[in-house]
């Protein structure tokens, strides 16, 4: 029987690391991103676009529930919310409510709308089922120019909490975590280390980071990810430190 597992944000950084890691286990791999992965080129990987922040919800809906109607009868199926922004780096005050709306559009919104479709149209499925929502450690760090990002992970962080502890009760339950990757090698700490000190007054810190090596690889995030959910036992609803 299948393996299935659904990354959105495939198309770069940790969603693409993990689509190569999965295909390399013998998954069969859906990627929902805003661009096609080139790097990739494997007949297991189904690659669809989707702009997370401008395209309809109720075709990102119809789109997930055509993929699970052609796999239900599969040994295991998952979903990862990987797809994510940081958003306007600028304090309180000088924010911009478009940019608000986008962001938590972009990491809270679609993850809570795909984690209940997925539930909704999977709860009865015998396959071994689970959602990872990549998290960040900024939800429980507060960063000076990063109030919304802070916000809408912390946002996913309890929804991750509370959807673990309902699913407790199910006979076939479905197993949703919240995974905070770390510091990592990604186009947005580029974007990060390009901030001016005005907007963001922690950016020569990040600066750092980059210059001493301390930045761990999608490759080995991706890795760890799956590990974890294949070798650890992790409690539903569980924020877990990669």
């Not at 950084?13 to 013998?26: M, T, V, W």
């Not at 669809?48 to 055509?66: C, G, H, R, V, W």
């Amino acid at each position: 029987m299948e393996k299935i597992v659904i990354v959105t944000g495939g198309s770069r950084g940790i969603g693409s690391a993990l689509c190569i890691k999965y295909l390399s286990e013998g998954y069969k791999v859906y990627s929902i991103a805003r661009s096609s992965n080139q790097m990739i080129n494997d007949l297991n990987l189904i690659q669809y676009q989707f702009d997370f922040s401008k395209d309809a919800t109720s075709d990102l809906e119809k789109l997930i529930i055509t993929i699970l109607k052609e796999n239900q009868d599969v040994y295991s199926i998952c979903l990862i919310n990987n797809a994510g922004t940081l958003g306007e780096v600028k304090e309180v005050g000088n924010l911009v409510y478009s940019d608000i709306e986008r962001t938590f559009k972009i990491n809270t919104l679609t993850p809570i709308l795909l984690t209940n479709l997925f539930i909704k149209e999977t709860q009865g499925w015998k396959a071994i089922k689970s959602v990872v929502n990549i998290s960040s450690g900024a939800s429980i760090h507060p960063i000076e120019g990063w109030s919304i990002y802070g916000a809408t992970k912390s946002a996913i962080d309890i929804f991750t909490k509370v959807t673990g502890k309902e699913q407790i009760s199910f006979e076939s339950p479905i197993n949703v975590y919240s995974f905070y990757p770390g510091k990592v090698d990604t186009k947005m700490q580029e974007e990060i280390r390009d901030f001016s000190k005005e907007d963001f007054k922690n950016v020569n810190q990040f600066i750092e980071f980059k210059n001493q090596g301390v930045l761990n690889s999608s490759t080995n995030v991706a890795e760890k990810i799956f590990q974890l959910m294949h070798d650890t036992i992790i409690e539903n609803g569980s924020i877990v430190k990669v």
